[in-house]
Every structure is written in structure tokens, then in C-alpha cells.
């Protein structure tokens, strides 16, 4: 379960991001996670509040988690088409020269704090 490495990882950036901003006290923390990036939602919310009962600065903190929907984009064609419902080759030329436009993103997206 690398999830729980995620939310550790994602702690520590928001530790930094409190102490540059003296923040004493995070509310909320809006995480956007990718479709494809391996990330499943609610193995990430469960290891969140887990985490969070362990670091003063985010206990009873609201957790918001954003899907971002995989898109990819063919490079023959220029069109973009959902990369789960199709894959690697284009639904509308064949082409298999085609790239992941989003949906593996694993970031902080927005925080509330004091």
C-alpha cells in the first residue's frame, strides 16, 4: 500500500508550507488525485486519517479529495479521448503515438489554515 507513503509525503509538504506560512492549525486540504495514478481514493482517506491523529497540526482537519479523469492525447490526430475507456491507441486514427495529457496527478491542490 503506497498510500500511506503518499500521505507521509504529503504531511511533510504541508508541514513546510505551515511553518513558511506560520500557520498553527490546518482545517482542510483539497488533494487532487489522477485516475491512473495508481493512487485508490479510499485506501488514501484511510491512511489520511490515520495519519492525521498523529500530527497536531492537521488533527480534525477536513480532507477533500478532487478525481482527475485520465486523458490522453493522440499525436497523429490531435484529438483527445478518456485513456481508461480506450488506452494507448487512439480510438479515432489507430495511432499508438499517443501521450498522457492528465490524470496521474498526486498533488495538494488547496489548504485552510490559521
Known amino acids: 500500500m503506497h498510500e500511506l507513503g503518499v ?9 513546510d508550507i505551515a511553518k513558511e506560512n506560520e500557520l498553527t492549525r490546518i482545517s482542510s486540504v483539497t488533494m487532487r ?18 495519519a492525521q491523529k498523529k500530527n497536531d497540526l492537521l488533527r480534525d ?24 475507456e480506450y488506452g494507448r491507441v487512439c480510438p479515432y486514427c489507430g495511432s499508438d503515438q499517443t501521450y498522457l ?3 496521474n496527478e498526486v ?5 485552510e489554515g490559521c
Open 7 to 15: 500521505v507521509f509525503a504529503a504531511m511533510d509538504t504541508l508541514d
Open 33 to 50: 488525485l489522477g485516475e491512473v495514478s495508481g493512487i485508490l481514493e479510499d485506501y488514501f482517506a484511510d491512511c489520511w486519517h490515520w
Open 61 to 84: 482537519s477536513e480532507l477533500k479529495i478532487e478525481r482527475v479523469d485520465a486523458v490522453t492525447v493522440c499525436n497523429d490526430c490531435g484529438r483527445t479521448y478518456p485513456t481508461v
Open 101 to 103: 495529457l492528465r490524470g
Open 107 to 111: 498533488e495538494i491542490k488547496e489548504i
